[in-house]
C-alpha cells in the first residue's frame, strides 16, 4: 500500500484553519416532554442537534479513532439522557445537554438545539437553543 503524500505548506496562510467543529444534527428521538395535560405521558418526537467547536490540538491529525474527537460520545449520551424519562420544558433537556458537552476535553464553542417537529401543521418546528456566543 503506497502513503498518500502529505499536503503540509500548500495552504496559504489566509486559508489557515481558524475553527474546528464536530456536530450531530437532527437526532430523532420519542421523548416524553411538555407540560400540557395531553403532552404528559404521550412520548413526542424531538429532534436534537449539538454543534460543539473544538481546539486544534482536539480535532484529529492523524487518521485513527484513538486520535478523534468521539462523537458517539454525543449521540450516545443524549438517548441514554432521554430514555425513561420525563421533562416538563425543552430548555431543562438543553441545559442538561450543554452542561454535558461543555465539560467534554478541547470544547471552545458550544450550540445545543431541540425542537418539537409536529406541534404545529404550519411550522417546520418549534424549539430552544443555547450557545456560547451571541
Known amino acids: ?3 498518500p503524500p502529505t499536503l503540509d505548506g500548500l495552504v496559504p496562510a489566509a486559508l489557515a484553519p481558524r475553527g474546528f467543529r464536530i456536530f450531530l444534527h437532527d437526532l430523532d428521538l420519542p421523548v416524553d416532554i ?3 395535560d395531553f403532552e404528559i405521558g404521550a412520548p413526542q418526537r424531538l429532534l436534537v442537534s449539538v454543534d460543539v467547536w473544538i481546539d486544534a490540538e482536539s480535532f484529529a491529525s492523524q487518521d485513527s479513532a484513538s486520535a478523534a474527537w468521539n462523537y458517539d460520545f454525543l449521540r450516545t449520551e443524549i438517548i441514554r439522557m432521554t430514555s425513561g424519562r420525563r ?3 425543552q430548555e431543562t433537556l438543553v441545559r442538561e445537554i450543554y452542561a454535558l458537552v461543555a465539560g467534554h476535553r478541547g470544547v471552545t464553542g458550544l450550540k445545543v438545539s ?3 417537529p409536529d406541534v404545529y401543521p404550519d411550522c417546520a418546528g418549534v424549539g430552544v437553543e443555547m450557545s456560547s456566543f451571541g
Do not use: A, D, Q, Y
Request: proline content about 0%.
Open 34 to 36: 411538555g407540560f400540557h
Open 1 to 3: 500500500m503506497t502513503t
Open 87 to 89: 421533562f416538563n420544558l
Open 114 to 116: 431541540t425542537r418539537k
